[in-house]
């Protein structure tokens, strides 16, 4: 799935989206249980409707990035923490956040909960952002890919002020409000 720069995504279009990716993930996990580990505060509208398609026993975690700038031996750098753990040593995890664009953050997730030796580790975002990529992380299940840079707001992500999350739609605060009526435009292919 993909879209062009500046594109807007209907809430029909992401719940036809999000179905099929739980049935996709339903048929890998082959109806062993999974241990989702939700990021917050970007991916609980996606996570929540998600495991409603996916049909094996889900157990949900929590987890939140906290990104700090700490001095250390005189040099600047960024550090993401995250809470505590759950035990997942030998069982099947997916990660679910929202957007996946540098993917440092979800990189340094992914290794810290691979120590804990999962029998399997797979990341599902709803946004594959790739123009800004910095590490070499490819999510295993994505709703759609765009190269825009741009913000999205909707669905659980929010404009700069914090608001926006509500909204079944998701798009940029830079294009203009989705119609109703899809008369005088051009059908996308999904």
Known sequence: M????????????????????????????????????????????????????????VVCHFVRADVRDVQQGGHARREVVFGSHPELKGRDVLVVDAVLESGVTQEFLLRRLGESRPRSIRLAVLLDKTARRRVALEPDYFGFRTASNQAWVGYGLAAPNGTGRNLRQLSSPTNSAPRKSGKGRKKEAK
């Open 2 to 57: 993909s879209t062009r720069k500046g594109a807007a995504f209907s809430a029909a279009r992401i719940a036809s989206r999000v179905a099929a990716l739980g049935k996709q993930i339903s048929r890998d996990c082959g109806g062993r249980r999974l241990d989702v580990l939700v990021t917050l505060d970007r991916g609980f509208i996606f996570a929540a409707d998600l495991i409603r398609h996916i049909n094996a026993p």
